[in-house]
């Protein structure tokens, strides 16, 4: 089976969730939008009867989409999940979760709407900002401090919380960290994966930049 | 089975999504926050280990977290969703972004922070309502202006979703239904079913308030 995987192609974003569990489980996929005309097929698959935004994965004729959805479908089948179903509901809640904690992310530079430019919505980006770090953030460090023992997809989704918050808000970053050795853990311990250690030193990984979801703006880490 | 239902007792909120399927089924549940001691119950499910937030559904000794979460696992045993693997992707995905759908309501009134109060951030809201009701009401009733047609329980949800938004946005909400009509006949077609018109008109339903996540504040529908 190879993977379709389609997302935007000049940000890791929420795909990026999805190929770092493609990856280190070695999987054969494509990146669809990454390569020629491709953006032009992902768009025929949004809208209603479609998906409502990307990433989409395509196994076969199964399309999905929703990221969280993508990963409990595909981890079992990489080895990255457990079968039974309590076990798998237990690692949707915790990858649920993670969805929102991006999605507050995101919120910090974009407090008004996704559509409008950062530079338009400034002045409201620097309270949602300054909340997320002193309230939200902790929150989310101290919640994650102890995930499940066994290895699997939602490690990799920590690891990618960490990598994009330590891009995102290194100051905050720096004094939380201390407190919360229990996620820096997981960060580390999938930091020594060869799959993944492989893949962040290829070309296949799109640096961090200021259209993704986690994006450095100093005033926003003062 | 008995489930137990955990959530804030003075609100409809999230656990209202879990609410309407349990009834619409006719289960047998407990709503543990609304009862004497009940509140202190549920604080003990959050936290590291436990869930993130309220609802949490407690079957047997099974205890899930996250509304599409416990909507995933709870709706096949209700007979509220197939239960094959790729209807129950397609159904999960639906719900995932009505998840995101809610998120963004509430969000009209606290863009700044769900920990500090509306009139903290009137001014910040007051603009991010204009957004949403211009650019992602639209968005999202068109598309889920054409569900599923096997009932289950995306129906449910989405019921609730127009009830919220005409309570929360009656003007914008009254210009929209007429260029969505098919999301408005999956409402009616809720609203003919027999459990639900019992609950609606029973005490157990909670009216809607402005502590809820589906506010009016006129302000915010001009």
């Known amino acids: 089976m190879t993977y379709e995987l389609y997302y935007w192609p000049q940000i890791q974003g929420r795909g990026e969730f999805v190929r770092l569990a493609l990856e280190d489980a070695g999987a054969r996929y494509t990146d669809v939008a990454r390569g020629r005309g491709g953006e032009a097929r992902m768009m025929r698959l949004l809208g209603p009867g479609g998906a409502f935004a990307p990433p989409a994965l395509k196994a076969g004729k199964l399309v999905l989409f929703q990221t969280p959805n993508i990963l409990h479908w595909l981890a079992p ?16 809640q915790q990858q649920l979760t993670i969805a929102d904690w991006l999605a507050e992310v995101h919120d910090t530079h974009h407090p008004v709407a996704a559509h409008l430019y950062y ?85 296949r990984r799109i640096p961090f930049n200021r259209m993704g979801i986690f994006r450095h703006y100093p005033e926003l880490d003062d």
């Not at 089948?77 to 949707?92: F, I, K, Q, T």
């Not at 699997?152 to 201390?178: I, K, W």
Request: hydrophobic share 40%; aromatic share 10%.
């Open 77 to 92: 089948r990489l080895g990255l999940a457990p079968r039974s179903e309590p076990a798998r509901a237990a690692l949707l």
């Open 119 to 203: 530079e338009d919505q400034k002045k409201e980006a620097r309270r949602r900002a300054a909340e997320f770090r002193r309230e939200r953030l902790p929150k989310y460090m101290k919640f994650f401090a102890r995930p499940q023992k066994r290895f699997g997809y939602v490690h990799l989704s920590l690891f990618q919380m960490v990598e994009g918050l330590r891009y995102a808000f290194p100051n905050a970053m720096a004094r939380l960290e201390r407190r919360h050795p229990g996620l820096v853990e997981v960060h580390d311990a999938v930091l020594r994966r060869e799959n993944v250690k492989a893949y962040l030193a290829s070309p």
